[in-house]
């Protein structure tokens, strides 16, 4: 696949104040879904300024189709590649959704007859195309992120940049907007995403990026579990005591072992190969095996423990 | 610069005029009563001025200064209600983000948010000096036996002295709704720069008189005041501090 976004060395900061990003690193692919993960004031915003062109960086650069989004002879050809949903839809409120639509679709060059195909399919999948003609001041906070989605991808870029598109909304709005989101992948359009629900971004993204002001991880979803987390496989036993540590602790593979009424957890390095020697150990203890099912952890898991080890970092004065 | 983003804009802007009513009424009301104060002013000099001669249109005219003076007003207020409306309903409706994300220039943006209000404000001054001329001429007909205006020194308060307003309104506007919070905030200030500015030129026009020399004076002073606001609002116009202090 090859990189739509390149960010190297991208810092900045408001006037004299600290850094609001400082020395980013990452490229992403054409047609993933990316997730930028972080605290608040963590820089996901600025971090998605930067990649809209909306702000020029401090110091590093951003490319998008090999273009630095600080390149002002290049102005069309970003903005065209790059569709952005800001934090606020952002709508002009004493208008209707169409004019709204309209302006923004002119700005970028397309004719009235393409506005009008583009807004009827892209409203239409929102069921919003019967009330393009209403003020948007009537419209509900999802019906007003919807048409800002729509907004974002009227001038169908190549490259959607979403700061916290489903925060706030209704859980059918969000599966709605969930659903546009993985169609528009399907399509072959890369998205990029800053958001606090770690459930969205675990679902949703290939690839997620936790920032802390740096860049603290960058991997799939289920490699920076993997990463964070040794597997762990929990037994319930029928007739489960503590004195089952003991048998489990003998065996040689198993790196840590807790007994809590009526479950047994045991860590390995390799569960696959190791996990029938622990049955046949704890049958031939005498316990009776209820099942037995893997521990899974969390992309809020492996989130909380980042930021908590950022955060012991530089209390330790580490970087 | 693409002229058609720029007319986007504007076009965009006025729309959102059109359905801000409270705006539209104190637009249409301040122009009628300084039409009307012209108008009953002419109706005055006319009634006072029995004769003069062949000089009975100077006379009459030279009575008349400070109404079609009091038109003046109207481009620089106009633009200064207008312009600010526009800029801070772009910080209140946080419309300013998906505006950058779209492919303007500094400049598309900055000639955009100033022609939108210069152009209502022009028109509509033009067209209060224009039914000031209309109204005077009816007026001053059966006393004259012809038309009292346009004179040349009307035509040019209406020209080049309201235009020079204008455009000193507006520029002025835009730099000080840039960094204001609230369209009240942006208004009185906007108002504490340009109207000692335009008193200053109707005391200039009363003290000028019919010399020319003096009318040179008076043009070149606003001529260069109008430069000096635009070439700060060109310079001060960046999306990077923008973006940040517009929020």
């Known amino acids: 696949m090859t990189d739509v976004i390149t960010a190297t060395g991208l810092s900045r900061a408001y006037g004299r104040g600290p850094l609001a990003v400082d020395g980013l690193d990452f490229s992403i692919r054409r047609g993933e879904i990316f997730a930028l993960l972080g605290p608040n004031g963590a820089g996901k915003t600025t971090t998605i300024r930067l990649i809209a062109g909306l702000i020029d960086p401090t110091a590093g650069r951003v490319l998008v189709n090999g273009i630095p989004t600080t390149d002002r002879s290049h102005l069309q050809q970003i903005h065209d590649a790059v569709g952005v949903l800001p934090e606020v839809p952002g709508h002009y409120e004493s208008l209707s959704a169409y004019r709204n639509l309209r302006f923004h679709g002119r700005l970028h060059g397309l004719s009235d007859g393409q506005i009008h195909d583009r807004a009827r399919e892209l409203l239409g999948a929102f069921d919003l195309w019967e009330r393009r003609d209403e003020r948007v001041a009537t419209f509900s906070k999802g019906m007003k992120q919807k048409v800002a989605l729509v907004r974002a991808m009227l001038h169908a870029p190549s490259c959607l940049v979403l700061d916290e598109p489903i925060s706030g909304l209704d859980p059918q709005a969000a599966k709605t907007v969930r659903d546009f989101l993985i169609e528009q992948r399907r399509r072959g359009t890369t998205i990029v995403l800053s958001t606090h629900n770690l459930d969205d971004a675990d679902r949703l993204s290939d690839r997620v990026a936790v920032i802390q002001t740096r860049l603290l991880a960058l991997d799939t979803p289920s490699a920076l579990k993997g990463r964070l987390f040794q597997r762990s496989v929990a037994v319930r036993l029928q007739n489960g005591n503590p004195a089952v540590l003991e048998v489990a602790r003998r065996l040689p593979f198993v790196l840590h072992a807790t007994w809590e009424e009526p479950r047994l957890q045991v860590r390995l390095d390799h569960p696959d190969e190791d996990m029938p020697t622990v049955i046949e150990a704890l049958v031939r203890a005498g316990y009776r095996i209820q099942y037995v099912e893997p521990v899974s952890h969390s992309l809020e898991d492996a989130y909380l423990r980042l930021i908590q080890e950022r955060g012991a970092s530089a209390t330790d004065g580490g970087p | ?247």
Do not use: C
């Not at chain 2, 005029?17 to 005055?44: D, E, G, M």
């Open chain 2, 1 to 247: 610069m693409r002229y058609d983003r720029v007319r986007e804009i504007v076009l965009k802007d006025l729309s959102e005029l059109r359905a801000n009513r409270s705006t539209l009424i104190s637009l249409v009301i301040f122009p009628v009563f300084l039409l009307f104060s012209a108008i009953v002013q002419v109706q005055a000099a006319v009634a006072a001025t029995t004769s003069g001669g062949a000089d009975l249109r100077d006379a009459i005219l030279g009575h008349t200064v400070l109404a079609s003076s009091l038109l003046m007003f109207i481009a620089p207020l106009i633009s200064v209600v207008v312009g600010s409306t526009g800029i801070i309903l772009e910080k209140t409706n946080r419309s300013l983000e998906p505006l950058l994300a779209d492919p303007i220039s500094d400049s598309e943006l900055l000639w955009g948010k100033a022609l939108a209000p210069l152009i209502p404000a022009l028109a509509t001054g033009y067209v209060a000096f224009v039914v000031l001329f209309v109204a005077g001429d009816v007026i001053a007909w059966r006393t004259l036996g012809g038309p009292l205006y346009p004179g040349i020194f009307a035509l040019y308060q209406m020209l080049v002295l309201m235009t020079l307003l204008a455009l000193i309104g507006t520029f002025s506007t835009v730099i000080i709704s840039s960094r204001a919070k609230d369209i009240r905030g942006a208004q009185q200030i906007s108002m504490l720069v340009v109207l000692p500015v335009v008193a200053a030129a109707i005391v200039g026009v009363a003290l000028a008189g019919t010399n020319v020399g003096l009318i040179g004076i008076l043009t070149v002073a606003l001529g260069l005041i109008a430069w000096l606001v635009v070439r700060i609002a060109i310079r001060r116009f960046h999306r990077e501090s923008i973006l940040v202090n517009w929020q």
